[in-house]
């Protein structure tokens, strides 16, 4: 199973930065593991939201460009669906159980993601309700697909 995190930006801060390199070594001992950082446009202090939406529409261009034809395609967005970690574990394997053998999962940009893009997604996922920094995402969701991974295979997980 390959799983793909597609982020935009570049983690900045020394501290998420050690804790992804944790947590892409440990998710490289159950799947093909990487993360693709793509680059984020540069938002001005103050926008419209036609402005907006063309930020999140250029983005939208580079994320489609990688995503591959038999991808399975989650979304992080805060009005997608909940799951538990259990549940989190069991989208994944059902993924494997039906031959899916690629995810990618799409991590947006201080604006989000655009709307068309969220559209076309096999499944939109939040973390909840709270808005975290994208970056910091990136390292809830590192260690929650570990976390999934280990429910997998029926290890146990104690952080």
């Known amino acids: 199973m390959r799983i793909e995190f597609i982020v935009t930006g570049k983690i900045k801060e020394k501290y998420l930065k ?22 984020e446009q540069k938002v001005p202090e103050k926008y419209t939201e036609g402005e907006k939406a063309q930020l999140l529409a250029a983005e939208a261009v580079s994320i489609r460009k990688i995503i591959r034809p ?24 059902t993924q494997m159980t039906n031959g899916i053998s690629d995810i990618q999962i799409i991590i947006g940009s201080t604006l989000g993601v655009c709307e068309s893009l969220k559209r076309e997604a096999d499944f939109l996922f939040s973390l909840g309700k709270a808005t975290y920094p994208h970056q910091l995402m990136r390292l809830i969701l590192l260690e929650q697909t570990y976390r999934a991974a280990k429910i997998i295979k029926n290890e146990k997980y104690h952080n």
């Open 18 to 39: 050690e804790g992804i390199a944790d947590y892409e070594g440990r998710l490289s001992h159950y799947f093909d593991f990487k993360i693709t950082e793509l680059t």
């Open 70 to 93: 038999k991808s399975f395609v989650v979304i992080m967005a805060i009005e997608g669906k909940e799951l538990s970690s259990v549940y989190y574990a069991k989208l994944i394997d």
